[in-house]
């Protein structure tokens, strides 16, 4: 079992950065992809960006390509969210996911295909 915790989250004003981590539990952590979604009030979930298990490969949503960049320290157990250029659209509580050993686009895009979730961290975007 893996148990994910975020942190970092906070209020910034557009154009700002903001790191956000997920520190999983578990001696696995290697074993796991993770995935970054968002969800705004109103609105579904949504996939952000996500890593693969041994850090090969990242996939990014539209939206944040360029802006944001997915990372991973298998050594703390942890992945990271470096989030730039923040606009008020960004809006949202962040949720980190893990997925075992998962490697397409297919699979790490979407919120059904992860097995453990954290329990988010808001992010807001204002002046």
């Known amino acids: 079992q893996v148990q994910l915790v975020e942190s970092g989250g906070g209020l910034v004003q557009p154009g700002g950065s903001l790191r956000l981590s997920c520190l999983a539990s578990g001696r696995t952590f290697s074993t796991y992809s993770m995935g970054w979604f968002r969800q705004a009030g109103g609105k579904e979930r949504e996939f952000v960006a996500a890593?693969?298990?041994?850090?090969?490969?990242?996939l990014y949503a539209d939206s944040v390509k360029g802006r944001f960049t997915i990372s991973r320290d298998n050594a703390k157990n942890t992945v990271f969210l470096q989030m730039n250029s923040l606009k008020p659209e960004d809006t949202a509580v962040y949720y980190c996911?893990?997925?075992?050993?998962?490697?397409?686009?297919?699979?790490?895009?979407?919120?059904?295909?992860?097995?453990?979730w954290g329990q988010g961290t808001q992010v807001t975007v204002a002046s």
């Open positions: 890593i693969t298990w041994n850090g090969g490969s990242t």
């Open positions: 996911a893990a997925n075992f050993r998962g490697y397409s686009r297919d699979v790490l895009t979407r919120s059904s295909k992860y097995d453990h």
